[in-house]
Each structure stands twice: as C-alpha cells, then as structure tokens.
C-alpha cells in the first residue's frame, strides 16, 4: 500500500473536514498516482469529496465502525477486514488518501508515501504523522519547489524499510 497526502509545516492536513489548501498542481498529481487504482479512506473523507461520493474512476474502500454499505464503495468495518480486503490487490495500487485517523492506522502497512509539503501553515485540526522524525521513512525523492500563488510546495516521495 501506499499513501497520498498534502501537509503543511506543521504536518497540519485539514481543518473542519476540509483540505487547508487547493493546489491544482497537487490535485493532478493526486489524479495521476490514483485514476484507475484503489482508494482507502474514512468516512469522513468520503464526506469530505465533492457530493460525499466515491472517487470516480477508482476502486473505494471506506473504513468506517458506523456505516455497513456505501453505494459504489467496498465498505471494511475493522483494520483486520480492510488489510484482507486490499490483500486481493496489487498492493502498489492501493493508495490510502485520509483522514488523520485512516493514515495513524495504516501508516505501518504503506510501502511508500507521497507527501506535498506546503511550505506554510494555517490553523488545523487533523494532522499526519511526521515521518521526518520515524527511523524506519526515509525521503527517497523530492521535486524542486513549486509554487501556486504565495504558495510554494515540495513533491516528496518517502519509502517504509519495515512494512508491517
């Protein structure tokens, strides 16, 4: 499995139940990695994207203790469920994509992360962990700084040397 996910400096990646930034950059480069793959997520990242309904294009898993069915998603009610579940994947297709929680369960599992570092910060009240200070991520990959605006960003690619 891998993870996608847009931070800013203080590892801060939404606010309210919505991104903190719209980056179109970041947004395609999300589009890339993801079109025609497997999508892991919340439920309340699945309300989160546009109409509360499952990316088109893409195989949906919604982890979620609260809701049995989702209509165009594979629905995993426990950890144990989903890592059976996306077991009948190529695991290099399955891209965990949020929230806070979802990422903190998972992080472990992932092969690989692909990480926008927004070089700023703006309030937030869920965050993804730092793997900047995790022993077992190391940065295997970085663009030159990119910039939206005010806004300048870094794509990063880190890789796990000890999946779960």
Known sequence: MNIIVAV????????????????PADMQHFKR???GKIVVMG??????????????????IVLSNSVTEIENAIVCNSIEQLLKTVKQYNSDDVFVIGG??????LLDYCSYAYITKIHTALPADRFFP???NKANWELVNKSAVQAHGEL????????????K
Not at 8 to 23: A, E, Q
Not at 100 to 105: K, P
């Open 8 to 23: 800013d400096s203080n590892w801060g990646i939404g606010c309210d139940n919505k991104l903190l930034y719209n980056i």
């Open 33 to 35: 990695l993801t079109d």
């Open 43 to 60: 439920k309340n990242t699945l309300l989160s994207l546009p109409n509360s309904k499952p990316l088109k294009n893409r195989i949906n």
């Open 100 to 105: 806070q929680i979802v990422y903190e369960e």
């Open 130 to 132: 730092n793997i900047d």
């Open 152 to 163: 300048e960003y870094t794509f990063c690619e880190y890789r796990n040397l000890s999946v």
